[in-house]
């Protein structure tokens, strides 16, 4: 499959992919190819898997602490191989350093590399429920920026334990970005310099978190051009449909609703006014982000499309 970097390099038209989830544990994975199904009319260019960091649980069951574990959406790679062979569309998967040591990761990698997946999206992964801070494995890594040198080195043939005449993998690897900044870090500016770490790492590309706030993202283009940055930025969008998402993304997510947004939401009087309400917005931000000279849009589906597929019918037009 192309690699993420060749294809917005070479893509003429409007760029779009979008983001999916595993299905939850049990659940069948029909509900991932119906949420496709919604998109594939509008020609994704790539689809990316998140990855779950397992995590474990303490529950007291007749006065004794039992150790659960938990791990909601197993099958990142599955249904990367899956997606790939059904749609022959490219899948990206995430890798997380979370819940991981870089002999574990190495494997992980010398596995996709042998089903042919040779995308990659690198990040950190959030501290597990319960816990505040990021606790990186023993012998595993801290920062996205570190996973990144892995996969380089495996670019280079350098194997955690040296191989003779070692084989060398040839992954392109995305990274994620803050517009609005991280939650941790102290400022814009500090952030950036860390990103520019992952694209001295290697990073081919980047992917930023959600934002709503066309400033603030020419603001974030702009900056990361100053220090440096010039591998391709793709926006991530997130179809916001009604008061509930409004409600939840800055609490889930760090980001902003501007007043547009809300007052656009709040204006409706019905669940479907609501929901063409929001629409109507993300059409409008979108033309402001491809406007600004973004190469495309990386649309979070998180759940069945019908909002990417709304979002997708008014940009593109009568294709369904
Ligand atoms: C597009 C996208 C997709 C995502 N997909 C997933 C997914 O599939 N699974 C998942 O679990 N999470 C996912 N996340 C969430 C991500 O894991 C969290 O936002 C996480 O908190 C940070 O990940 P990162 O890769 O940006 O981390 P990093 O780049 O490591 O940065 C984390 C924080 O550390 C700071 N930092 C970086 N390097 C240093 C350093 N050397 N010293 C001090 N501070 C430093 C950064 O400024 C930042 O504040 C995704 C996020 C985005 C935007």
Do not use: W
């Amino acid at each position: 499959m192309a690699k993420i970097k060749d294809i917005i390099k070479e893509n003429q038209k409007t760029f779009f992919s979008i983001e999916i989830t595993p299905p939850d544990r049990g659940k069948s994975i029909q509900e991932i190819y119906d949420a496709i199904d919604n998109l594939m009319p509008y020609d994704p260019q790539f689809i990316n898997v998140t990855y779950h960091q397992p995590f474990a649980e303490f529950v007291e069951e007749n006065n004794v602490i039992k150790r659960i574990h938990r791990s909601k959406k197993p099958g990142t790679i599955g249904v990367c191989a899956a997606i790939q062979s059904k749609y022959n569309v490219g899948t990206v998967p995430h890798i997380i350093c979370g819940g991981f040591n870089k002999y574990e990761i190495e494997d992980a990698l010398i596995d996709l590399h042998y089903i042919g997946i040779d995308n990659i999206f690198a990040v950190r992964g959030d501290p597990v429920p319960g816990v505040r801070k990021f606790i990186p494995e023993t012998e595993g890594h801290s920062y996205a920026s570190e996973l990144v040198a892995q996969i380089s080195d495996l670019n280079r043939g350098k194997y955690l334990d040296t191989q003779e005449n070692a084989l060398n993998t040839d992954f392109c690897i995305g990274v994620a970005a803050y517009p609005e900044k991280h939650y941790e870090s102290l400022n814009l500016e500090r952030d950036l310099q860390n990103l520019k770490n992952k694209v001295d790492k290697g990073a081919d590309y980047i992917i930023t978190q959600m934002s709503f706030d066309i400033e603030a993202m020419k603001n974030f283009v702009a900056k990361a051009g100053e220090i440096g940055i010039t591998v391709p930025i793709i926006a991530g969008i997130k179809p916001v449909t009604s008061m509930a998402q409004i409600e939840m993304i800055p609490r889930a997510f760090n980001v902003n609703i501007p007043m547009e947004l809300i007052n656009s939401i709040e204006s409706a009087k019905t669940r479907k006014e609501e929901f063409a309400n929001g629409i109507k917005f993300m059409e409008k931000y979108v033309g402001q982000l491809l406007d600004f000279g973004l190469p495309g849009i990386h649309v979070f589906t998180m759940g069945k499309g019908a909002p990417a597929k709304a979002l997708m019918s008014s940009l593109f037009g009568g294709k369904i």
